[in-house]
């Protein structure tokens, strides 16, 4: 990783002028730090940071010679993209896990065969989004459009929710917080519910990655993306109506 | 009071914005981050599924040819089109040069079923893969074959055509 990475995506690009907005005001400081390799997949402050195109590049180039380390670093960029379309399309769980599976299984399969591996996110994003058509096609499985489609409340495999948000200290403090922002996402535009459920994936996508995921255009993303959250800002009653 | 702050963009281009901007910027990124908090904490990629991303990799097919995925009824057919009912019928054609395989889809999430036709016809050893399980099913001189029970996941079809042994694996897909 070279320190220019962390410039790539447009959410980070203030955090120099305003330190403190994101978890890693430690970012700039993983310069340097290996992140690649990490197996099994390790959950730090790392994963927040997104994959620059030509780090992109360099890994599926490197995977597509076999090199399974650099796949991990693949893996590590961009599951969570993949796994936010998958959800920005409302699949239960057992959907959205097929659909993140066939994504990554038909990347594998492509990965020497991609012509510009600098767009592999947006490559992965548009299979997940047709996968997820077809899915959301053929299932009788898909859960109808409601607040809490978008993000699962039953994971069988992981703690739940409500425990997570116990066992956090910062989530006690912001608790009702938590509580308003998550109804106010559910009163969203089932549009703005699908841009936003992408764009908060975990590192965050670039603009190009978005629009693949959702095809539209990539630029109409930032302007929807700021009607969006001033719509979440209005429902969460933080700014007057005027605004 | 009033200022302006100059923020760095990608590869050291600059651009100046109105402090209003800066502040729109600002509490929009702030927003977008505390969702992106939300979402990591409630739904998070499962952990299996990254353990299962990091393990395709080893199932790759190095020395085959890739039949893509050119028809799919599901997305390619009319709507009205579509056979509606509990024994939905759905057919996929995977294209390799001039080797086709189509396939038919039917039967429960549970337990599907699948029938194979190779265009052009002729004898093949043919895997169906899902996951780590792997099922043989060879197809006759007629380029005919099937498989099942088969669980609803992703699954991906390898074949060996006889006697010139032409290795060709399709795309996966869900079903």
């Known amino acids: 990783m070279r320190s220019q990475f962390v410039w790539s995506s447009p ?47 360099r890994l599926a180039r490197a995977a597509a010679a076999g090199d399974s380390v650099a796949w ?61 058509l077809r899915v959301a096609r053929g299932s009788s499985r898909v859960i109808p459009t409601d607040d809490t489609a978008l ?36 009163q969203l535009s089932a549009r703005c519910q699908e841009l936003l459920r992408v764009l ?38 933080e700014v007057s109506e005027t605004v | 009071m009033t200022r302006s702050l100059w923020i760095s963009g990608p590869r050291g281009s600059r651009a100046i914005c109105l402090e209003a901007d800066v ?43 890739l039949a893509e995925l050119v028809f799919d009824s599901l997305v390619d057919q009319d709507e009205a089109a579509l056979v509606r009912g509990p024994e939905q019928v759905r057919l996929l054609s995977f294209e390799t040069g001039d080797l086709a395989i189509e396939v038919e889809i039917t039967g429960t999430e549970s337990a599907r079923s699948l029938i194979g036709q190779l265009v052009p016809p002729g004898r093949a050893a043919v895997e169906i893969r899902q996951g780590d399980d792997v099922v043989a099913a060879d197809a006759d001189e007629l380029g005919r074959f099937s498989a099942g029970p088969l669980r609803a996941g992703p699954v991906s079809l390898r074949c060996s055509t006889r006697p010139e042994r032409r290795r060709v694996v399709t795309d996966w897909v869900t079903i």
């Open chain 1, 72 to 132: 991990n670093g693949l893996v590590e960029g961009f599951s969570g993209l993949v796994w936010s379309v998958a959800r920005a399309y409302r699949l239960s769980s057992a959907d959205a896990a097929d659909v993140f599976q066939t994504a990554w299984l038909r990347l594998a399969e492509h990965i020497g065969r991609i012509e510009k591996p600098e767009h592999i996110g947006a490559w992965l994003a548009t299979t997940a989004r047709r996968e997820a």
């Open chain 1, 200 to 237: 908060i994936a975990t590192p965050p996508p670039n603009y190009a990655e978005v629009a693949a995921a959702l095809d539209m255009p990539v630029g109409s993303v930032g302007p929807t993306r700021a009607r969006c959250l001033q719509k979440l800002r209005r429902l969460t009653g």
């Open chain 1, 11 to 57: 959410s980070l690009r203030l955090t120099a002028a305003f330190p403190g907005v994101l978890r890693g005001g430690e970012l700039t400081g993983v310069a340097g730090t290996h992140r690649h390799g990490v197996y099994p997949y390790s959950r730090d402050q790392r994963e927040d940071v997104p994959v620059h195109p030509e780090e992109a590049a």
């Open chain 1, 151 to 186: 993000f699962d409340l039953g994971h069988a495999d992981e703690a739940s929710p409500e425990q997570a948000v116990l066992d956090s200290e910062q989530a006690a403090i912001d608790h009702e917080r938590t509580k308003r922002l998550w109804r106010a996402f559910g």
């Open chain 2, 23 to 65: 502040q729109d910027e600002r509490d929009d990124t702030e927003l977008e981050e505390g969702l992106r908090r939300l979402a990591a904490r409630l739904d998070p990629v499962p952990t299996r599924l990254l353990h299962a991303a990091a393990e395709s990799f080893t199932w790759r097919t190095i020395d085959a040819d």
